[in-house]
């Protein structure tokens, strides 16, 4: 078991109450282990997001299980073990863009000098240095997505969830990102799951799992290795 970083069983997550309630994500049950990368297919409304929202632990299922063998519980996970980039906006307003993406190493005890460092080098793979001491306020939507990225990247994190993080970029940039995102988990032995509606992104990724109305389908058939 100590290759399996999150196991979910039946796992669901509803909104609302009673008759109102919606299920996001209905019985998902899957295995997320080491070095695994994998793309979440299936369009808006799927329930993607909400899914990796439940494998990071920001959110608890409302039936079901999520566990992390390999990890620990719940309110360990971050800042090292866990990481997301999401798909809208997500950095601390007052904060630099450099001073954001270092901001999960200095919580983790790296000092200043070595955080600041680790965090230039990030933002230049993803073609952010010219931004790097700006506020988020000052960045388009494709800059504050890839700041975000670098942000979850900049670390030694177990799992990397990127929520459509190539949904802002256009083409060549999109390819960069996936690029960046592809070298850095396989450098650190990282498993990443990748959230997108992008064919081209999801051919990327040696195994598949779709998403359908809240449902996790097919998971075992999609798996091309």
């Known amino acids: 078991m100590d290759d399996v970083l999150v196991r979910g069983e039946d796992a669901g997550r509803s909104f609302g109450e009673g008759r109102q309630a919606v299920a996001a994500v209905a019985g998902a049950t899957f295995t997320i282990r080491a070095a695994d990368l994998i793309a979440l297919v299936g369009p808006s409304g799927s329930g993607k997001s909400t899914l990796l929202h ?11 299980t999520i566990e992390w063998p390999a990890l620990g519980e719940r309110w360990m996970l971050r800042p090292e073990l866990v990481t997301m980039s999401f798909q809208g906006p997500s950095l601390m307003p007052p904060l630099t863009v450099a001073e954001n993406v270092a901001l999960p190493l200095l919580i983790a005890g790296t000092s200043e000098q070595d955080a600041r460092r680790l965090a230039l080098e990030m933002i230049e793979l993803l073609a952010l240095s010219e931004v790097g001491d700006k506020l988020p306020e000052e960045l388009s939507g494709g800059q504050l997505q890839r700041a975000g990225l670098a942000r979850a990247l900049v670390g030694h994190p177990r799992l990397v969830l990127a929520d459509e993080p190539t949904g802002q970029q256009d083409q060549a940039t999109g390819a960069l990102v996936l690029d960046v995102v592809l070298s850095r988990v396989r450098s650190i032995g990282a ?23 809240g449902e996790l389908i097919g998971e075992g058939a999609l798996r091309s290795r």
């Open 54 to 64: 439940l494998m990071a632990g920001l959110d608890a299922p409302t039936s079901g």
């Open 191 to 213: 498993a990443l799951v990748v959230a997108t509606h992008d064919p081209a992104v999801a051919a990327r990724l040696p195994t598949r799992w779709r998403m359908r109305d």
